[in-house]
């Protein structure tokens, strides 16, 4: 007999256990606080980390309106920036579209989201939300009961056990919601095959634009951070470990693929962090398995091609928060019902356009020209041609790109 069942756990309860604290937690614990309904975040870090974790930037205006329709966007409001162009640079010239005069002339905010996820904990906290970091959840029990629990370890490593109605994970790709999924859940899984050197650089943007450069030696991407900080991404060797590359081959290489010799040398500076990110994607089918909900990248994991990844999260977490508000409040589960179809419809527009984006930038593996394929480059050829040239691609690349 386990300790759990011999009744020597502590047990705390709340009637939704969220896991995790990233954007998709976070704007479900204020969401639900702001409903009234009972709850309390799980993190397995400490709180300097998520607050300083880099991650996303490019946030979509439909995830700004969902901030602002429940007043959590004053810190974006201050300190995010409106951006609306890329410049593609490949081997036939360079084009620039400014996208957020296309389509449906919208635009991203640039907000970094470490400074996302500090507002949203700060207002989290200021209006009593219960959360503890440092707690590693394990698994989530009986799940296709209307009591299930979650077992955990307190930061001083001590077994404690959180009983609820509902639990959401929002615990990310590895977290224990996925773990704890019964077997018929599906997860489809896709490689694209190919792998980015994720790079944050201290150094200053070098184009007022995206830079997404199409090269014969592999895609090199430029995204600006804030006025200071600037990202970038190389495409790399599938297997090959971060620190490969010296700071003065990587710039070297940034130069080379951005094509510094035609538009003027990349703004330098100290390498401060920087990771390998290996391009995949996968879908969890149904996102509700009885009292078990996922959202986030729990939920669905995209490449970060086309920065969809922390705006799905913030789309999952307000439709499921009022779900849930609904079920606990007034008795009635239709949209906790739909929840999972509702968000899967978005999640797959997500991927297909990911899908697009990643084939657009790369040389996928067994369509690169050493690998004696000159159909695929041809293809990728046309498809950049076509966005260069025809309103009608560049409104609807407009509208993907900044949507969810
Ligand atoms: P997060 O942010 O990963 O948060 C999950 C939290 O759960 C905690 N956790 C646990 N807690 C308790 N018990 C456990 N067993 C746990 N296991 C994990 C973790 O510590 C963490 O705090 O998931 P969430 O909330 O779903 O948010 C998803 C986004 O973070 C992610 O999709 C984006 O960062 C993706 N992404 C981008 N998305 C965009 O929309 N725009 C972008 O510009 C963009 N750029 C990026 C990105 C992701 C990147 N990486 C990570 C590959 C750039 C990069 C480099």
Request: glycine content about 12%; proline content about 4%; aromatic content about 8%.
């Amino acid at each position: 007999m386990t300790e759990d069942q011999k009744g020597l756990v502590p047990r705390e309860s709340a009637d939704v256990v969220v896991l995790g604290a990233g954007p998709a937690g976070l704007v479900l614990g204020n969401l639900l606080m702001a409903a009234g309904v009972e709850c309390v975040v799980l993190e397995r870090a400490t709180r300097s980390h998520i607050r300083t974790r880099a991650r996303a930037g490019f946030l979509a205006p439909n995830t700004v309106r969902i901030l602002d329709r429940h007043g959590l966007a004053d810190g974006l409001h201050r300190g995010g920036r409106s951006h609306g162009t890329c410049e593609f640079r490949t081997a036939d010239g360079g084009f620039r579209l400014d996208y957020g005069g296309l389509g449906r002339g919208e635009q991203h905010t640039v907000y970094p989201q470490q400074n996302l996820v500090s507002d949203l904990l700060e207002r989290y906290e200021d209006d009593g939300g219960r959360i503890r970091f440092s707690t590693e959840a394990f698994a989530v029990h009986d799940t296709d009961s209307a009591r299930p629990y979650v077992t955990t370890r307190d930061p001083d490593g001590r077994p404690v056990r959180w009983d609820a109605r509902y639990v959401a994970g929002c615990d990310g790709r590895h977290g224990a919601a996925r773990r704890s999924l019964p077997p018929d859940a599906v997860r489809h899984h896709h490689d694209h095959g190919v792998s980015w050197l994720g790079l944050l650089a201290q150094a200053p943007p070098s184009l007022d634009a995206v830079g997404y450069a199409v090269h014969d030696r592999g895609f090199a991407g430029h995204m600006a951070r804030g006025p200071h900080v600037t990202r970038y991404y190389l495409q790399c060797r599938r297997g090959s470990p971060a620190d490969a590359w010296s700071e003065e081959r990587i710039w070297d290489e940034l130069d080379l693929r951005m094509r510094a010799e035609e538009y003027g040398p990349l703004r330098r500076g100290p390498i401060i962090e920087r990771g390998v990110v290996d391009l995949a994607c996968d879908v969890v089918e149904p996102l509700r398995h009885g009292s078990l909900l996922l959202a986030g990248d729990a939920a669905s994991l995209t490449a970060p091609a086309a920065a969809k990844g922390a705006n799905l999260a913030v789309l999952e977490a307000d439709l499921l928060a009022g779900a849930l508000a609904e079920a606990l409040r007034r008795d009635d589960g239709a949209a906790l019902d739909r929840y999972s179809a509702q968000s899967l419809a978005y999640i797959w527009r997500a991927q297909e356009f990911t899908q697009w984006m990643t084939g657009l930038l790369h040389a996928l593996p067994g369509q690169d020209r050493s690998g004696g394929s000159f159909f695929h480059a041809g293809l990728r050829h046309a498809r950049l041609d076509s966005l260069r040239t025809s309103r009608a691609h560049q409104d609807w690349f407009a509208e993907n790109y900044v949507g969810v």
